[in-house]
């Protein structure tokens, strides 16, 4: 189920054990690659195969999912089938769906050109996405930003463990409007836009330009009708989507990724006129689907960098701040390891963070490398990209199985995966073995059983370890256990980069 990420828990984590940075890092690409990257890349992408909602297509290679969700929208006469379950329940939020679409897209955007065959899968999978968001946002100022389960209340969505196709509870609506502002959900979803535009721009023209021209009505709506989309419905995503962060992180990510997609003097305007206020120089490291600072300060940065805008290079520096917090062994480091080397930022759901940190390192490094640049993080320790490649492929190699427990954390690789993941469809029968209805409630006794899955949900990537790198592989754990689209979203690039440089694409 969708679970509260909140970054005030931070407090309560215990200091991880800082490791030297080498130990961590490793010192680049010497010897044979730990992984199969491609065979990773192939089963990442293969996930949200899984996680889709609404009317299957005859492609479909996850085939023990069926039709589901097809009366979404309904109950408010509104087309809202379609779009993925954002995790292992049945729900879909809005607003980490849209961040998940933008960081597939991005993955996409930065690294589609190495991914070869599997190109077309991963647009593929962009799209089921964004033709979800068209759909949310058809309405002039108005987006519909969550089609749930007895909606978000957590006693009765905790109420039925049932499959997908199962559904008969009533499938509420909910929508953010002029009355009822949400610019972060608005502009995150604007970002999904106009990043997956840049998916298509070559290969669908007609299809880019309607996403774009969709995104800069959605973006528009966002800044005009400001506000947090928890304020007027708290009591329905929250503490599950809550957006803790405030609304400002998603103007500035929405703004740069318009920049980027447009190259229109309006965007970089409003980012000039309003990077500051909107946090640009924030000193926050967490970058996932409620705080987008960093992600923004990264993708900005490469318009300085590349794109030699030189009115953006202060953003170069912001970038620099967010990147040598995660180096270890740096004056400004404030990133904490587990003993096995993992990145650790929360104990729920921690394997977000790694996913999304790898994939900023490897995608700063490129702009870096491309612009002959390196970074200075303080003391005059000088950081080159080969170090923050190095930095990422560790943290990929530990999710695939270099760790401690010797366990892959992505369902369907390698000899070793969890196989009891917090996941309704893949925990109980499939139609096919099944074609009976599951009641409500019958599910349970799935969800508490101690054999794996029946159904594999392959390239799902879990939670993850705790701190002491220990994964218990409970079904009935979600912090651990659980699957989420934006957690293989930002992996898709970062295995595509290190598949192609290890010559396996």
């Avoid at 890092?25 to 690659?33: C, E, I, K, N, T």
């Avoid at 966002?222 to 989309?229: E, P, T, V």
């Amino acid at each position: 189920m969708a679970r509260l990420r909140c970054v005030l828990v931070l407090a309560l984590l215990l200091v991880a054990t800082q490791l030297p940075g080498d130990a961590i890092a490793g010192r680049g690409h010497h010897g044979p690659a730990a992984h199969d990257y491609r065979d990773a890349l192939t089963k990442s992408i293969l996930f949200f195969e899984g996680q889709r909602s609404g009317k299957l297509p005859p492609s479909q290679r996850q085939s023990w999912r069926r039709d589901s969700g097809l009366s979404d929208g309904a109950s408010a006469k509104v087309d809202l089938v379609g779009g993925y379950h954002d995790a292992g329940d049945n729900v879909k939020f809005g607003f980490p769906m849209a961040f998940s679409m933008t960081m597939l897209a991005w993955s996409v955007v930065e690294f589609g050109g190495l991914m070869k065959g599997e190109l077309q899968h991963a647009r593929e999978a962009v799209r089921w996405g964004a033709d979800y968001l068209l759909k949310a946002t058809a309405h002039p100022d108005t987006i519909y930003v969550q089609a749930s389960l007895l909606v978000g209340d957590a006693t009765k969505d905790h109420a039925c463990w049932e499959r997908p196709e199962d559904m008969d509870t009533p499938r509420t609506v909910f929508k953010v409007d002029s009355s009822t502002p949400g610019s972060d959900v608005a502009a995150e979803t604007a970002a999904a836009l106009a990043a997956s535009s840049l998916v298509f721009r070559k290969s669908d023209p007609a299809y880019a330009s309607r996403l774009l021209t969709r995104a800069k009505r959605v973006f528009a709506f966002a800044d005009r009708h400001r506000g947090s989309y928890s304020t007027g419905l708290a009591a329905d995503v929250c503490p599950y989507y809550c957006s803790y962060s405030g609304y400002q992180d998603e103007l500035l990510w929405g703004a740069a990724w318009l920049h980027r997609a447009t190259k229109s003097p309006t965007y970089l305007s409003y980012i000039q006129l309003n990077g500051q206020v909107l946090g640009a120089d924030e000193s926050d490291n967490t970058f996932g689907w409620d705080n987008k600072h960093a992600g923004a300060r990264i993708l900005i940065a490469k318009s300085f960098l590349v794109q030699r805008v030189a009115s953006l290079h202060e953003y170069k520096g912001h970038a620099d701040t967010f990147i040598c917090s995660m180096v270890p062994g740096t004056p400004t480091d404030q990133t904490q390891y587990t003993r096995g080397g993992l990145l650790f930022k929360l104990s729920d759901s921690n394997m977000q963070y790694v996913t999304s940190s790898a994939f900023l390192l490897l995608t700063y490094a490129k702009y870096l490398a491309f612009a002959k640049e390196t970074v200075t993080c303080g003391g005059g320790a000088v950081v080159t990209p080969q170090r923050l490649r190095a930095i990422a492929r560790r943290q990929v190699d530990y999710l695939l199985g270099s760790n401690p427990m010797g366990t892959s954390y992505m369902v369907g690789y390698g000899p070793r995966y969890p196989r009891r993941i917090h996941h309704r469809a893949s925990s109980l029968p499939s139609v096919a073995a099944h074609p009976g209805r599951i009641g409500c409630s019958q599910g349970f006794t799935a969800l508490y059983a101690g054999g794996a899955n029946p159904n594999v949900l392959v390239g799902a990537v879990v939670g993850g370890p705790d701190l002491q790198d220990k994964f218990p592989d409970q079904r009935n754990d979600h912090e651990h256990s659980e699957p989420a689209t934006y957690i293989n979203a930002p992996l898709v690039g970062a295995l595509a980069y290190l598949a192609h440089s290890y010559g396996q694409l």
